[in-house]
Nanobody, 117 residues
Framework: QVQLVESGGGLVQTGGSLGLSCTAS????????MGWYRQAPGKQRELVAR???????NHADSVKGRFSISRDNAKNTVSLQMNSLKPEDTAIYYC???????????WGQGTQVTVSS
């Protein structure tokens, strides 16, 4: 089992910046890629950014150039730096960890990000 605990988030004005962090505990050696997803009210959960254990990243088109994902394997953390925030970035952000062995996904409890116009 893997537990994910997120921190960060909050309220920011348009154009501002926020950072999210997620720490994994438990069977962390079983984790492959980690990432951040978000879900806005009335919408489906969507991928924001993902990073493999080797550091390869991909970001959703909507956040490219504004958000940056990073990872520290020694500390079992994944972070998301969010710059130039827009009201449409408002959502609950979830940390995710994949277990390649069987495809199981682990999720954090979610953290609210609100961008005011």
């Amino acid at each position: 089992q893997v537990q994910l605990v997120e921190s960060g988030g909050g309220l920011v004005q348009t154009g501002g910046s926020l950072g999210l962090s997620c720490t994994a505990s438990g069977s962390t050696l079983s984790i492959g890629a980690m990432g951040w997803y978000r879900q806005a009210p009335g919408k489906q959960r969507e991928l924001v950014a993902r990073i493999t254990r080797s550091g390869r990243t991909n970001h959703a088109d909507s956040v490219k150039g504004r958000f940056s994902i990073s990872r520290d394997n020694a500390k079992n953390t994944v972070s998301l730096q969010m710059n130039s925030l827009k009201p449409e970035d408002t959502a609950i952000y979830y940390c995710n960890a994949e277990r390649p062995f069987d495809g199981i996904n682990y999720w954090g409890q979610g953290t609210q990000v609100t961008v005011s116009s």
